[in-house]
T-cell receptor
Framework: AQTVTQSQPEMSVQEAETVTLSCTYD???????LFWYKQPPSRQMILVIR??????QNATENRFSVNFQKAAKSFSLKISDSQLGDAAMYFC????????????FGQGTRLTINP | GAGVSQSPRYKVAKRGQDVALRCDPI?????LFWYQQALGQGPEFLTY????????KSGLPSDRFFAERPEGSVSTLKIQRTQQEDSAVYLC??????????????FGPGTRLLVL
């Protein structure tokens, strides 16, 4: 079974600075998808960014980018120019490319933005 | 367009009561998922539908949990004889399964269930 680990329960960053959230996963599959979701205090889970495992190029969405290291099974999220609205729980998630459609989530990282 | 909606947003139940939680997926989305999120934890998979077919129910914690999607659109998660350990946020998600966006699940706001 696949597992996802987020080793940082909490992180904090100064507004306008850059922060990196860590995620590692364990799988025997070669094709899969990885996601970062954001869950603000209102609890609506919002997709931040996704990465297809077959793509070597790291995904980027505005201020959000990932560092995908397939061999190391690492998928970190970098947030540049942090804003107060970035404060939330961030979850890393894994999904198989075939077969099981479910998302497997990590435990989450609570990100605080200091003004 | 409209996102995933869930109702009720909050539910308080006495131990032993039955509850029903509703999910309205994004229009046209074929796949529908239910997750359970305990306080301070990541969501955990409960069950998955493709249209009206329940293809995976491996995450349902006991036979007190039952889900249905009879017409391939709205889904209901039912919990019978609720227990205190059922207290959690229940999240619903849907995805289109087609095109470049087909692998992305879009989540509803969740139903917070408190069992007293």
């Amino acid at each position: 079974a696949q597992t996802v680990t987020q080793s940082q329960p909490e992180m904090s960053v100064q507004e306008a600075e850059t922060v990196t959230l860590s995620c590692t996963y364990d799988t025997s599959e070669s094709d899969y998808y990885l996601f970062w979701y954001k869950q603000p205090p209102s609890r609506q889970m919002i997709l931040v960014i996704r990465q297809e495992a077959y793509k070597q190029q790291n995904a980027t969405e505005n201020r959000f980018s990932v560092n995908f290291q397939k061999a190391a099974k690492s998928f970190s999220l970098k947030i540049s120019d942090s804003q107060l609205g970035d404060a939330a729980m961030y979850f890393c998630a894994y999904r198989s490319a075939g077969g099981a459609q479910k998302l497997v989530f990590g435990q989450g990282t609570r990100l605080t933005i200091n003004p | 367009g409209a996102g995933v909606s869930q109702s009720p947003r909050y539910k308080v139940a006495k131990r032993g009561q039955d509850v029903a939680l509703r999910c309205d997926p994004i229009s046209g989305h074929v796949s529908l998922f239910w997750y359970q999120q305990a306080l301070g934890q990541g969501p955990e998979f409960l069950t998955y539908f493709q249209n009206e077919a329940q293809l995976d129910k491996s995450g349902l914690p006991s036979d007190r949990f039952f889900a249905e999607r009879p017409e391939g659109s709205v889904s209901t998660l039912k919990i019978q004889r609720t227990q205190q350990e059922d207290s959690a946020v229940y999240l619903c998600a849907s995805s289109s399964t087609q095109g470049a966006d087909g692998e992305t699940q879009y989540f509803g706001p969740g139903t917070r269930l408190l069992v007293l």
